[in-house]
């Protein structure tokens, strides 16, 4: 299995970045081809490392990272790219890792 985990940090006006965020890019991201499971957080986040400007952490699941990539080529991935720039339009407001899983 193949994760894709997005950790945005506590947005300028939050009301506006979860209307935009539940109505718009979770319907835009849910099209992703190949996309087996999308799951966010729930508040609040606790960090016992000290972080507290996490706002939502977001994974995204596939079947292999080469599915990843052919989503994220794909019109809906390109759309959702852009998309992010609207939530998280500076990369510091953002972190996005993907990565393959290996159950242990």
């Known amino acids: 299995m193949a994760k894709m985990t997005v950790i945005y940090r506590n947005p300028k006006d939050k009301e506006i970045f979860e ?33 507290s400007d996490t706002y939502l952490v977001a994974n995204l699941y596939f079947d292999s990272m080469e599915d990843i990539k052919k989503a994220f080529s794909s019109e809906v991935g390109q759309k959702c790219a852009l998309d992010r720039k609207i939530l998280a339009p500076n990369n510091d407001d953002i972190q996005i890792y993907l990565f393959d899983t290996i159950e242990v």
């Open 19 to 51: 209307q935009h965020y539940f109505n718009v890019h979770i319907p835009l991201a849910k099209q992703l081809p190949e996309l087996k499971k999308y799951e966010i957080s729930k508040a609040p986040i606790i960090s016992p490392t000290g972080h």
